[in-house]
T-cell receptor
Framework: NAGVTQTPKFQVLKTGQSMTLQCAQD?????MSWYRQDPGMGLRLIHY???????DQGEVPNGYNVSRSTTEDFPLRLLSAAPSQTSVYFC???????????????FGPGTRLTVL | AQKITQTQPGMFVQEKEAVTLDCTYD???????LFWYKQPSSGEMIFLIY??????QNATEGRYSLNFQKARKSANLVISASQLGDSAMYFC???????????FGAGTRLTVKP
């Protein structure tokens, strides 16, 4: 199993540009999520999904869109990039999908995004 | 809203000694889970250990143990026999009931000295 994969690893955008961060997992995990990590603030939840076709907002959803058309993939779209979105983005997934607190989340390697 | 507090921005420990990383949490739920993750300088998030709120025994995973004090709402990570490879950021996290998200503390940077 590849686990949770993310592409790209690094990205530089100009203000106003849009892009999609890709996330895929091959563990048949129902629950997937996106976090951003900023210095001194830990990880903050952007959006999450409890299964294909179901998404919901997390703590910091503004400026981001998500969709979940398959169990495996959970892309994150930046609609119009802003310097405040400069961050490291992590995708995570967990099993068996009940969302129980016992479900350990497994993380992808992260995407380092810089918005100029 | 749940809140996780890690009061130690940085910690130093001598190689082969034990170290405790503090974590306190705030929740009104009776059922919840507590997690610790390690983030080395390479950036990945590595799951270390889990403790359920109803677990009577403290969780252990190799050199990692979780000192769970429910009444005090604390879930401290204890690393025994520190190694140079333990130098990293450590995050405490909590997850409440079904369909709930995981909330993280700000992290503690641990440096192991030779």
């Amino acid at each position: 199993n590849a686990g949770v994969t993310q592409t790209p690893k690094f990205q530089v955008l100009k203000t106003g540009q849009s892009m999609t961060l890709q996330c895929a997992q091959d563990m048949n995990h129902e629950y997937m999520s996106w976090y951003r990590q900023d210095p001194g603030m830990g990880l903050r939840l952007i959006h999450y999904s409890v299964g294909a076709g179901i998404t919901d907002q997390g703590e910091v959803p503004n400026g981001y869109n998500v969709s979940r058309s398959t169990t495996e993939d959970f892309p994150l779209r930046l609609l119009s990039a802003a310097p405040s979105q400069t961050s490291v983005y992590f995708c995570a997934s967990s099993y068996p999908g009940s969302g129980s607190h016992t479900d350990t989340q497994y993380f992808g390697p992260g995407t380092r995004l810089t918005v100029l | 809203a749940q809140k996780i507090t890690q009061t130690q921005p940085g910690m130093f420990v001598q190689e082969k000694e034990a170290v405790t990383l503090d974590c306190t949490y705030d929740t009104s739920d009776q059922s919840y889970g507590l997690f610790w993750y390690k983030q080395p300088s390479s950036g990945e998030m590595i799951f270390l250990i889990y403790q359920g709120s109803y677990d009577e025994q403290n969780a252990t995973e190799g050199r990692y143990s979780l000192n769970f004090q429910k009444a005090r709402k604390s879930a401290n990570l204890v690393i025994s026999a520190s190694q140079l490879g333990d130098s990293a950021m450590y995050f405490c996290a909590m997850r409440e009931g079904p369909l709930d998200d995981m909330r993280f503390g700000a992290g503690t940077r641990l440096t192991v000295k030779p």
